[in-house]
């Protein structure tokens, strides 16, 4: 859910492009990017494999909590083009993202995380994904901006020279059904 930033005053801002607003000017700091399921081999061999995201609730998932929040935050897969979340619950619950992956690669239980971050564990053998045909990608990182709000030269050159660096990046998105 898009986060208002009408009744804020800022120059620009950064956020994920699902999460921007109607009324801003945003462009794209990187490509797509999605979240898969991982939990390390250990794992996998005790406690199996899901096939779909709805086996999840009966693996112990390992949640992450966003700093100030009171709510776990939500696992999103998407099937036939149509995104739902999971409900999870499992043994741990951490507000470190890093610590969580730290975890499944213990063998505490599956975690979701952004796949750029667990690439290298996948490749290494540490981590198996899972999932992955229900993991679509979404919008990355933007920045954005007002439309109607006067910017400052200094304001209007910064965004000029950041999307010239952006552009002259190629931007690969990540595969959407890659052989794990």
């Known amino acids: 859910m898009p986060i208002s930033t009408s009744y804020r005053r800022f ?6 492009g699902e999460l921007l607003d109607q009324d801003v000017t945003a462009f ?22 899901p096939s ?14 966003w700093p100030g929040h009171d709510t776990l935050y939500g696992w999103d897969f998407c099937e ?36 750029s971050e667990i690439r290298r564990h996948i490749d290494e053998g540490r ?3 899972m999932l992955t045909d229900y993991s679509a990608p979404f919008p990355g990182f933007a920045l954005y901006y007002l439309r109607h ?5 200094a ?18 998105p990540p595969p959407t059904n890659a052989p794990y």
């Open 11 to 16: 120059d620009l801002g950064i956020r994920l």
């Open 28 to 49: 794209p700091l990187q490509a797509p990017i999605r979240q898969i399921a991982c939990a390390s081999p250990g794992y996998v061999a005790v406690h199996g494999m």
């Open 52 to 65: 779909h995201p709805r086996d999840l609730r009966e693996h112990r998932c390992i949640g992450f909590r």
């Open 80 to 115: 036939e083009g149509t995104w739902f979340s999971i409900p999870i619950t499992g043994p741990l619950t951490f507000n470190d993202q890093r610590a969580a992956l730290d975890a499944a690669i213990g063998g505490v239980g599956i975690a979701f995380w952004v796949e």
């Open 127 to 129: 981590l198996v994904a």
């Open 149 to 153: 709000r006067q910017r400052s030269a």
């Open 155 to 172: 304001v209007t050159a910064l965004i000029g020279m950041i999307r010239q660096q952006v552009a002259a990046v190629p931007i690969i």
